[in-house]
């Protein structure tokens, strides 16, 4: 198919399978969609993220050939497009043959060390996959999250009320989802 082709593909706006499929057998879908992604057009930007979102989910090695070209999707100057880069790279580090997670590692911390409510909780929620997919980074991961007590995020200059209190229920969550991890592997291993 085409690169025009697969454009016009994409302007039917069918569902996500049908896009995850035609990327399986279009060797160009995923770098037009990346390229979707990277674009300034707000609702073509979203629409593109969702399907990477997906494609990562069920074929993260469709995508991980691209990782730096996705990452990018990190300096994006919409936020809530930069934030869920996060969902994105995170689902490609079982695959991360390359290490390719040390050219964003400091940009993750820098998010867990966010005082920006929505950019620290999208990147506890993307801890979870980070700890178990990079065990050297277990410690510094842990580190920070003890810490988050003492957190404050701000909404332009004003601090927003019980910030330590939000945080840490953030990092419950995160540390709830270790340790029943961490349970359901020690059951199954119980039933081998």
């Known amino acids: 198919m085409k690169i025009e082709q697969i454009f016009r593909e994409f302007e039917r706006a069918l569902e996500n399978e049908y896009y995850m499929e ?10 037009l969609l990346i390229e979707v992604f990277l674009d300034d057009d707000y609702a073509n930007s979203l629409w593109a993220e969702q399907l990477l979102e997906c494609i990562s989910g069920e074929n ?32 490609l580090l079982p695959v991360d043959s390359d290490n390719k997670f040390e050219l964003v590692k400091e940009k993750f911390y820098d998010a867990l060390l966010s005082h920006n409510l929505p950019e620290f909780s999208i990147a506890c929620d993307c801890a979870v996959p980070v700890f178990y997919s990079k065990p050297n980074e277990q410690e ?6 003890k810490k988050s007590s003492e957190k404050k995020f701000y909404l332009g200059n004003d601090e927003l009320k019980n910030s330590g209190k939000m945080a840490e229920e953030k990092v419950q969550i995160f540390l709830e989802r270790i340790i029943n991890d961490k349970t359901k592997a020690e059951n199954n291993a119980l039933l081998i």
């Open 140 to 145: 510094r991961i842990l580190n920070i999250m």
């Open 22 to 31: 035609l990327a399986k057998k279009e060797v160009m879908t995923v770098p």
């Open 60 to 91: 993260p090695k469709l995508l991980y050939p691209f990782f730096e070209y996705i990452a990018k999707g990190l300096d994006s100057k919409n936020s809530y497009l930069a934030w869920n880069t996060w969902k994105i790279l995170v689902r």
